[in-house]
């Protein structure tokens, strides 16, 4: 069974930096797409970031040249590096992967993505 554990969240100042980490397990880790989403209060769950099987990145307009995302395949792990933090990312922060392996089809929304943390809050203030 494929559990995901997000961690790293909090609450920074405008300005500011934090780094999540998922940790991934129960199945082969690097042949899977992995995502990020955030759901702030009354909005639906949007793409933040993905990155593929073979290391390619994928990233919302609003968050390019302020996030970047990685992902370790020895330890199973994907973090998303959060600097120049604005009011407006304050939001719960979900990991996720997709059913397919080998597949980037539709990254962009939930569609492809089956598995789920359970989420990290991160605030925000200005």
């Known amino acids: 069974q494929v559990q995901l554990v997000e961690s790293g969240g909090g609450l920074v100042q405008a300005g500011g930096s934090l780094r999540l980490s998922c940790a991934a397990s129960?199945?082969?880790?690097?042949?899977?797409?992995m995502g990020w989403f955030h759901q702030a209060p009354g909005k639906e769950r949007e793409f933040v970031a993905a990155?593929?099987?073979?290391?390619?990145?994928f990233y919302a307009d609003s968050v390019k040249g302020r996030f970047t995302i990685s992902r370790d395949n020895g330890k199973n792990t994907v973090a998303l590096q959060m600097n120049s933090l604005k009011p407006e990312d304050t939001a719960v922060y979900f990991c996720?992967?997709?059913?397919?392996?080998?597949?980037?089809?539709?990254?962009?929304?939930?569609?492809?993505?089956?598995?789920w943390g359970q989420g990290t809050q991160v605030t925000v203030s200005s």
């Open positions: 990155i593929s099987w073979n290391f390619e990145t």
């Open positions: 996720a992967t997709v059913a397919e392996p080998y597949s980037t089809a539709f990254i962009t929304t939930t569609r492809p993505y089956n598995y």
């Open positions: 129960g199945r082969t880790f690097s042949r899977y797409t």
